[in-house]
């Protein structure tokens, strides 16, 4: 199994900015893709930017610009950096994850971590 822990969330002031942190752990083979959802209140979960191994990322059109997506292959690890923050950047986000465990390749996610852009 693999498990996927997220830190960074919090409150932040709109133009500010977070990063938020992704960390894979577990009986890992191997990671294909990584990648950052959000959920907002009464709304669907959406991608926001996703990775993959080669380091070929594609971003949400309502971040394009504003946020970066990088990713550590040794560590396992994702990253979200996130600039000039609006308030409609409001949500859970949730990391997601492509991996090979126990010969088996599956979708993985993590708890989630608040991201609130508020004054």
């Known amino acids: 199994q693999v498990q996927l822990v997220e830190s960074g969330g919090g409150l932040v002031q709109p133009g500010g900015s977070l990063r938020l942190s992704c960390a894979a752990s577990g009986s890992i083979l191997s990671i294909s893709s990584l990648g950052w959802y959000r959920q907002a209140p009464e709304k669907e979960r959406e991608l926001v930017a996703a990775?993959?191994?080669?380091?070929?990322?594609n971003y949400a059109d309502s971040v394009k610009g504003r946020f970066t997506i990088s990713r550590d292959n040794a560590n396992h690890t994702v990253y979200l950096q996130m600039n000039s923050l609006k308030p409609e950047d409001t949500a859970v986000y949730y990391c997601?994850?492509?991996?090979?465990?126990?010969?088996?390749?599956?979708?993985?996610w993590g708890q989630g971590t608040q991201v609130t852009v508020s004054s």
């Open positions: 997601h994850g492509y991996a090979l465990s126990g010969f088996v390749w599956k979708y993985y």
């Open positions: 990775i993959n191994s080669g380091g070929t990322a």
